[in-house]
């Protein structure tokens, strides 16, 4: 094993030092933009549920990518995707700061989508590909911790640039930020993930145009049917065409010589029960990480820079917890550790649900999600053997935006159904009937949550626990 202080040593914590940076830089999107939600709605003179589609679109066009790009970044070089990726989205970024209407705020973010699946889709994988499996778990536990810390800086410096500058400012504050890294990665990162491009089996089109027509029809499907009707002509329509797409994609994915997906991975036991509690808990969590400015700012009154700070402690929480959760991984497992994570989850947002949101079951809910998290992570990507590493790191980013844009689709719906609810049950008159509602159906709609998380721990319970390298 190499020392601390060897060349390959250095160069491989360098590498992670300008993946974090990316990770950073990204994570921090998420809780930006959605503790500007609000001051969106107003601006734009539009109802919560349509401003939705700022975030649902933005995830729908980077799940639908990310596999395949994960593909493509094996085949074309992962230091390529990566940088380009990154300007990808730098161009997303600064369109979206220029928008004049929610239509053209929706268009640049899938600008932003685009480059972010790109960069996403192959930052785990080169992360892995460095790092031995003795310290893949601590690698991965730094990569979490950075995520996190990017999702607690957000809501902070998101909520202060909204009540300082407004909201273009949410998006070309991170401009430099992005070019930054992009910089870097391309003045360091090496070249060796392209070596194997010339003898690679041809890209699989029609898997790639199957999946992304698939997973974007589910995401329509949920977000629409509560809204038009489970029954419409239009749902039944698109829910069928998605059935058809996702069908397609399968059976495409069994024939071919290099398919996008490979199915063969989910013979293994622990990569598949690891995948499934993924996306039930990246479901559970935008519950609560969506809601909660709409339950800070108009229900409980606060300004934007102060739902920001108060926002910031579950993901600042995180921070401390995720690198002590990986290190730990590599020395007992993961089992152990994402079932009891995924548990505390459960409880939390149930008690979130029933007590109120408060500071401290927010620290709870830190705790679990740290536990369950870069465990999780390590495990999915260490079951895999390495020539695998790109598909594996594309199925770890599209089952978390996959169970994220679920999540926002199903909670913004119920949210809207129990807030409605609650407006018709009140009988107050003196103007507070409006925010109690919001605090009422918010509580309603994380006990909802709460069923996810604890679906989430049953599977992962039943995981193996041998890697790819234990495996003989």
Not at 32 to 58: D, G, H, K
Not at 238 to 248: D, E, K, N, Q, R
Not at 252 to 266: H, K, T
Request: aromatic content about 8%.
């Amino acid at each position: 094993m190499a020392s601390s202080s060897s060349p390959v040593a250095s160069y491989r914590w360098k590498i992670a030092a300008i993946i974090c940076a990316g990770a950073f830089v990204g994570s921090m999107d998420l809780t930006m933009v959605n503790i500007s939600l609000p001051r969106l709605s107003t601006a734009f003179a539009v109802e919560t549920r349509s401003v939705l589609w700022v975030q649902v679109a933005y995830l729908l066009v980077s799940t639908g990518l990310m596999l395949t790009l994960g593909r493509l970044g094996n085949l074309l070089g992962r230091k390529r995707m990566y940088v380009l990726g990154l300007l990808v989205l730098a161009l997303g970024l600064g369109l979206a700061s220029l928008a004049s209407s929610l239509g053209t705020l929706i268009l640049f973010r899938l600008v932003q989508a685009v480059g972010h699946a790109m960069e996403v889709s192959v930052g785990t994988a080169i992360m892995t590909a460095v790092f031995p499996p003795g310290q893949r778990g601590k690698a991965i536990g730094l990569l979490s911790s950075v995520v996190a810390a990017g999702l607690g800086v957000g809501p902070v410096i998101g909520g202060g640039l909204v009540d300082a500058l407004d909201w273009p400012a949410v998006f070309y504050i991170r401009l430099p930020l992005v070019l930054g890294v992009a910089v870097l990665a391309w003045r360091y990162l090496r070249g060796e993930h392209t070596a194997h491009q010339r003898t690679a089996p041809a890209f699989d089109v029609a898997g790639a145009a199957t999946l992304f027509l698939g997973l974007g029809g589910v995401l329509l499907w949920v977000n629409q049917a509560p809204r038009l009707g489970w029954t419409s002509a239009p749902v039944l329509l698109l829910g069928t065409a998605s059935a058809v797409f996702v069908g397609s994609f399968l059976a495409i994915e069994r024939r071919a010589a290099s398919p996008v997906l490979d199915l063969g991975l989910f013979r293994h036991r622990l990569f598949a029960a690891a995948t499934a509690s993924s996306i039930l808990y990246f479901v559970a969590v935008p519950f609560f990480s969506l809601l909660a400015p709409f339950y800070l700012i108009q229900g409980a009154g606060f300004s934007a820079s102060r739902a920001g700070l108060w926002f910031a402690v579950f993901p600042a929480s995180r921070v401390l917890l995720a690198m002590p959760s990986g290190w730990l991984s590599d020395r007992i497992g993961s089992r152990l550790l994402c079932s009891t994570g995924m548990a505390l989850v459960a409880v939390c947002l149930f008690g979130l649900g029933r007590l109120g949101a408060v500071p401290s079951a927010l620290g709870l809910l830190a705790l679990g999600s740290a536990a369950f998290g870069s465990p999780n992570t390590s495990a999915i990507m260490g079951s895999v053997p390495r020539d695998r590493l790109g598909t594996a790191s594309g199925m770890v980013a599209t089952g978390r935006q996959m169970g994220q844009a679920l999540g926002m689709a199903i909670a913004g719906s119920v949210f809207a159904y129990r807030q409605a609810f609650w407006e018709r049950q009140l009988a107050t008159s003196d103007g507070t009937r409006e925010a109690l509602a919001i605090v009422h159906g918010f509580a309603d709609t994380v006990t909802v949550a709460a069923l996810v998380a604890l679906a989430g721990a049953a599977t992962s319970l039943v995981r193996g626990g041998h890697s790819a390298e234990d495996r003989p």
